[in-house]
């Protein structure tokens, strides 16, 4: 499938870079709210075909900094190139090229997973002729062709997700943003969500951005870490090189509280906790 | 130049027109609110009670009075578009809650970050908020043929009705939209809301002539686009009635007001996910 072209889901000028070298590239990329600085001057280069996870408490940026990247949010001040295009200056060509599921249900529950494909894939103008294709093809690949048919609400959390992500790799992103992918649900259906996020990657060699507050999450499944706290990044490195950087036989708890002064646990506002939970009812 | 600079140099990749895409995703959006109704319509039974009451029991008394001049027309002949107006505002006004739902779920972001303009997103649902209004239309229709009202059943007639109460429904589902993407909450919106509905339909001429009206009421009916929906119904629905403007300058009204909500609705849609 991937012979011919780097990114066969996408009409081919869309498809660029044929190999970027790196999809995101941040330059003291800021986001100030009144006298909060929420993500204070962030430089990231994250490579091709990497997993690279965001981790750091509530509060800490996370959300802020994939808002940027994602072109939600308009940064104060710096620069970001997300697969090879500026996200102030070229926002539509940004969204063309990636993907992205929301920390909060995006899923529309009201229809069934097939039709909440086709949207998505109407939405990004895919070839009518394939489209029927793909997304049966999509389904398959998030092991939900059984239940494609079947209202979204009627849904486990985990197959929420799933279709999601189905939802957000239908166009073959170059980079994929994950929000939290796995908060609220049990460790079976995390796992399965892990598993299909690697298969994904190794499959077209989507980049992968996720934030996490999940020290296992950050160790199990991502390539680099870049631990956020107050808005800055404290360290960015692999889950062994930061915790080498510790001592031996340290964990990643270890780390981020080495670098933070703090436990993971604390921290976030009153907000924060409310849409954390409010996640977690819905999916759980 | 790099290869990355080559392909972020725009109009360097073929795609349908800034204003087919605009079409193409409008009609997306709102086919997949339509698909909603049609896999749950409860609500849309829901909807069906108001206007029954405004007709059935307000208007049926009201007659009786003959206390307000409406010409030649029956008094029931009268209201019988007014409150298939109001009950179309009425519904539209809330539209917004669905919209504050939508974000506090991840809809809106989500919707947001795909390639979609802001404007084919917000006419989009708007559309289809407007197209569940003709549920009240069937209903309106219905109640007034049983009482005796002088129903024009001419398929032309019935069309055009259709395409006014699309349009002026949609129009408030907008209006709906962006008090929605200023307030953000759900409770506030209640409040909003609620404050909105009764003064926009009893400054119409929904239930009675503008002329009745003291002058600073007529200058507020005339601002409000529910007076030119309202006017344009009559004149369409039923046998015998006219708009005193004409219904070509009532629709012109009304599209130039939905044009203008939905430009400002399209700047302000990306707030809700910030």
Redesign the interface.
Known sequence: MMATDAYPGL???????????APIVTSALTRRYGSVTAADSLDLSIASGEIFGLLGPNGAGKTTTI?ML????PPTSGTA?VA???VVR?P??V??R?G???????A?G??TGR?NL???A????LDGGSREGEIADGLAFMGLADVADR?VRTYSGGMVRRL?LA?AMLHRPIVLFLDEPTVGLDPTARAAVWERVRRLRDRDGTTILLTTHYMDEADELCDRIGVMHAGRLAAIGTPAELKDQVGPGASLDDVFAELTGTDLEIGGTFRDIGRTR?TAR?LG | M????R??R?G?????AALH?FV??TW?ITR?EL??IR??PVEMVSRATQPLLWLLVFGQVLARTRAIPTGSLPYMDYLAPGVLAQSAQFSAIFFGLAVIWER????V????????SRGALVLGKALAGGARALVQALIVYGAALAIGVGVRLDPVSVAQVAVVVVLGSSLFATFSLVIACLVRSRERFMGIGQLLTMPLFFASSAIYPVDLMPDWLRVVAMLNPLTYMVDALRALMVSGASSPRGVGVDVAVLGLVLIALVALGARLY?RL??
């Open positions: 009409p081919r000028p869309m498809a660029a870079p044929v190999e970027p070298a808002k994602i072109t939600l949010l190139l090879g295009a500026d070229e539509g060509l969204r063309r990636i992205y599921v929301p920390q909060l249900v995006s529309d009201s229809l039709e086709r949207l998505s109407r939405l990004y103008h209202m999601e939802q409010r819905r | 790099t290869s990355a600079e392909a972020a725009p360097a990749w073929v795609e349908p895409r193409l995703d997306t997949a698909l909603k896999h749950d506090d779920l991840g809809l972001h989500k919707l947001l970050v795909t390639p979609a990306p996910a910030q």
